[in-house]
């Protein structure tokens, strides 16, 4: 592979040093990594806990499982290619329970890198946004196939788009809409004069969140993860945009607080975020929020 190539693969962990100050991992214990991709955290997680035969590491994109099996497979780790929901219920089937449990939601670098999964507005690619890539649906799909109504839904709520009725009338009205380039440039149009981001980024936020189901997935998974700990054990999850912070957010609150049924402890009341330095590095930090809890020992 050339250095180019080499790095469109690489991905660098947000939040690693907080991540491992509120995971706290110590030797031996069991790690669940719901959203592993290049396996960052994982690796620094698992040089200390140094338990893989006791570490399940889940991601719905090939490529990462593939980077995870190189990774990981030797050591004794589990891999398993899925979605997050579906790679819980397994679990919680199975009976098993983690002293560590990671979600890093979102997509990876090189998902944004590699123009061929189509899901930058920066670099020309397929319509396809498609975390995995044995689903049918992407976003070709749903460009040029939902009815204007349901487009203008679909931006309007997945990525808070105020010009939403707009974009979807001008996305209808210019089909059949191949790339990315092509449908960042209709959607700009919606939005003459200066903007401090570009126009398209809501659109392409709200059609990537819709291809995947993250909403949905999330918000079906989290009570699974409170089941998946063990008491005492901690649960990092970091989000990258406000609707699925919302969703942890407000299912933290929950299950935990001073109600005698709380099975939940709060690490930290505010969400920790990346310093300047970090950002100045990784730019994917600028938007990661992490929020931690603790399983309270009954
Ligand atoms: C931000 S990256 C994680 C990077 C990882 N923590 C690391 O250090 O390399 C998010 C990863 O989660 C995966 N992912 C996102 N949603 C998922 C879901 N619902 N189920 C399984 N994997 C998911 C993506 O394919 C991507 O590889």
Same mark, same amino acid.
């Given at each position: 592979?050339?250095?180019?190539?080499?790095?469109?693969?690489?991905?660098?962990?947000?939040?690693?040093?907080?991540?491992?100050?509120?995971?706290?991992?110590?030797?031996?214990?069991?790690?669940?990594?719901?959203?592993?991709?290049?396996?960052?955290?994982? #690796?620094?997680?698992?040089?200390?806990?140094?338990?893989?035969?006791?570490?399940?590491?889940?991601?719905?994109?090939?490529?990462?499982?593939?980077?995870?099996?190189?990774?990981?497979?030797?050591?004794?780790?589990?891999?398993?290619?899925?979605?997050?929901?579906?790679?819980?219920?397994?679990?919680?089937?199975?009976?098993?329970?983690?002293?560590?449990?990671?979600?890093?939601?979102?997509? &990876?670098?090189?998902?944004?890198?590699?123009?061929?999964?189509?899901?930058?507005?920066? *670099?020309?690619?397929?319509?396809? #946004?498609?975390?995995?890539?044995?689903?049918?649906?992407?976003?070709?799909?749903?460009?040029?196939?939902?009815?204007?109504?349901?487009?203008?839904?679909?931006?309007?709520?997945?990525?808070?788009?105020?010009?939403?009725?707009?974009?979807? $009338?001008?996305?209808?009205?210019? $089909?059949?809409?191949?790339?990315?380039?092509?449908?960042?440039?209709?959607?700009?149009?919606?939005?003459?004069?200066? &903007?401090?981001?570009?126009?398209?980024?809501?659109?392409?936020?709200?059609?990537?969140?819709?291809?995947?189901?993250?909403?949905?997935?999330? $918000?079906?998974?989290?009570?699974?993860? *409170?089941?998946?700990?063990?008491?005492?054990?901690?649960?990092?999850?970091?989000?990258?945009?406000?609707?699925?912070? @919302?969703?942890?957010?407000?299912?933290?609150?929950?299950?935990?607080?001073?109600?005698?049924?709380?099975?939940? @402890?709060?690490?930290?009341?505010?969400?920790?975020?990346?310093? &300047?330095?970090?950002?100045?590095?990784?730019?994917?930090? @600028?938007?990661?929020?992490? @929020?931690?809890?603790?399983?309270?020992?009954?």
């Amino acid at each position: 592979m050339d250095r180019k190539n080499q790095n469109k693969d690489k991905h660098t962990p947000v939040l690693l040093t907080k991540v491992l100050q509120v995971l706290d991992p110590k030797k031996g214990e069991t790690y669940l990594d719901l959203t592993a991709g290049y396996g960052g955290h994982a #690796m620094a997680v698992t040089q200390l806990t140094r338990n893989y035969k006791g570490c399940v590491l889940v991601d719905r994109d090939i490529e990462a499982v593939k980077s995870l099996q190189t990774l990981f497979q030797d050591k004794g780790a589990r891999i398993i290619h899925s979605d997050f929901l579906s790679a819980s219920e397994s679990l919680q089937g199975e009976g098993q329970q983690f002293d560590l449990v990671l979600a890093d939601l979102g997509v &990876s670098s090189p998902h944004l890198d590699k123009a061929s999964r189509g899901f930058s507005f920066a *670099k020309d690619g397929p319509l396809d #946004m498609r975390m995995d890539q044995t689903q049918a649906l992407s976003a070709h799909t749903i460009v040029n196939s939902y009815s204007e109504a349901l487009l203008s839904d679909l931006i309007l709520r997945y990525g808070e788009e105020p010009k939403a009725r707009q974009i979807a $009338r001008r996305i209808v009205v210019s $089909r059949p809409i191949e790339t990315t380039a092509q449908l960042a440039t209709i959607v700009a149009k919606a939005w003459p004069g200066h &903007s401090k981001v570009h126009p398209a980024t809501r659109t392409f936020q709200a059609l990537r969140i819709a291809v995947n189901n993250e909403l949905e997935l999330l $918000r079906l998974s989290l009570p699974i993860w *409170k089941d998946l700990l063990k008491p005492g054990g901690r649960m990092v999850i970091i989000s990258f945009h406000s609707l699925e912070d @919302r969703l942890v957010k407000q299912f933290l609150k929950e299950h935990s607080g001073n109600n005698y049924d709380a099975e939940l @402890r709060l690490i930290g009341k505010q969400p920790a975020i990346g310093d &300047s330095q970090e950002i100045a590095l990784n730019p994917r930090a @600028r938007s990661a929020k992490l @929020r931690a809890a603790v399983k309270i020992k009954t």
